[in-house]
């Protein structure tokens, strides 16, 4: 079946601009899940979505950053007035739902801030 | 807080050589343990996993046992290819079920 597809696959943009990423988990899948892939930091979790609850944001690095999750499927990740530092692999990941459940990682959107 | 730490790389070895690449973690309480794999040009998948001490985890040929008194995952196999050569990532779950990585170890095997 289908995995975790994300888009746009790279996205270059101006420093100050507003950027937009997307995630479609599969399908079925409860929990969903943004990281954060650069070189000075490693892989980073972001914020994580489960079910209808209230998402755990305590990864998201500013307020700068955003996420929603739209009618339990498609998710996406906003970042506000672009920075250098935000250049980086965003990855998505979802899961079944119950703990300790393999997460099944997107390809990732290459975000390049300049 | 909750962290892992794995032995720099990048790791270069001959075909069929034999493969350690160690990972220790911190962590308050029990968590699961996992080894993700990325091969070039491919997103992040698991390669195995133990949600327990003394568990062992395996899958093509890989394997790694939860060590809690020593709080250890390292990674094994006896006999390496060239195309398991990737980036490898152990990484913990305790709490709402968000992955803490390590950071990666580079894996080159050469024919």
């Known amino acids: 079946g289908a995995g975790v597809s994300q888009s746009p696959s790279n996205k270059v943009t101006e420093k100050g601009k507003d950027v937009e990423l997307r995630c479609d988990p599969i399908s079925g899948h409860t929990a969903l899940y943004w990281y954060r892939q650069s070189l000075g930091q490693g892989l980073e979790f972001l914020i994580y979505?489960?079910?209808?609850?209230?998402?755990?944001k305590s990864g998201l690095p500013s307020d700068r950053f955003s996420a929603e999750r739209t009618g339990g499927s498609v998710s996406t990740l906003t970042i506000q007035r672009t920075q250098q530092e935000d250049s980086a692999v965003y990855l998505c990941?979802?899961?079944?739902?119950?703990?300790?459940?393999?997460?099944?990682f997107g390809p990732g959107t290459r975000l390049t801030v300049t | 807080g909750d962290s892992v730490t794995q032995m720099e790389g990048p790791v270069t070895l001959s075909e069929e050589a034999f493969l350690t690449i160690n990972c220790t973690y911190t962590?308050?309480?029990?968590?699961?343990l996992f080894w993700y794999v990325q091969y070039p040009g491919e997103g992040l998948q698991l390669l195995l996993k133990?949600?327990?001490?003394?568990d062992k985890g395996s899958n093509k040929g890989f394997e790694a046992t939860y060590r809690k008194e020593t709080t250890s995952f390292h990674l094994e196999k006896g006999s390496v290819q060239v195309s398991d050569s990737a980036v490898y990532f152990c990484a913990l779950m305790e709490y709402g079920n968000k992955l803490v990585f390590g950071a990666g170890t580079i894996l080159r095997v050469k024919s």
């Open positions: 979505f489960q079910g209808n609850s209230a998402p755990d």
């Open positions: 133990a949600t327990k001490a003394d």
């Open positions: 990941a979802s899961s079944p739902g119950t703990s300790n459940d393999e997460q099944y």
């Open positions: 962590a308050t309480g029990y968590p699961s």
